[in-house]
Nanobody, 122 residues
């Protein structure tokens, strides 16, 4: 069993900051790519930021220069530092990880967290 648990969401004023965390637990051999996605009401889920096991990052154009993704491989955790938040950043934020549960797995499978609400409003 593998679980991803997000934390750190909440209500923040425009221009404020939040830091999201996502911790993986369970039967895990190796975590490859990790990423943060978000889904606003009435919209499709979209990639916000991704990070490879080696630390290579990519970001949606809408968050470049404001958000920073990082990871701690030893603790199976990824973080999303969100600065200069805007009302349009309001969404449920989901963590995704590509995980091999065993050394015998030929490929990694995607696992999702339950999501954490981020609301940017004055």
């Amino acid at each position: 069993q593998v679980q991803l648990v997000e934390s750190g969401g909440g209500l923040v004023q425009p221009g404020g900051s939040l830091r999201l965390s996502c911790a993986a637990s369970g039967s895990i051999f190796r975590i490859n790519d990790m990423g943060w996605y978000r889904q606003a009401p009435g919209k499709q889920r979209e990639l916000v930021a991704g990070i490879s096991r080696g630390g290579i990052t990519n970001y949606a154009d809408s968050v470049k220069g404001r958000f920073t993704i990082s990871r701690d491989n030893a603790n199976k955790t990824t973080y999303l530092q969100m600065n200069s938040l805007k009302p349009e950043d309001t969404a449920i934020y989901y963590c995704k990880a590509a995980i091999k549960r065993s050394v015998y797995d030929s490929y990694a499978s995607d696992y999702w967290g339950q999501g954490t609400q981020v609301t940017v409003s004055s």
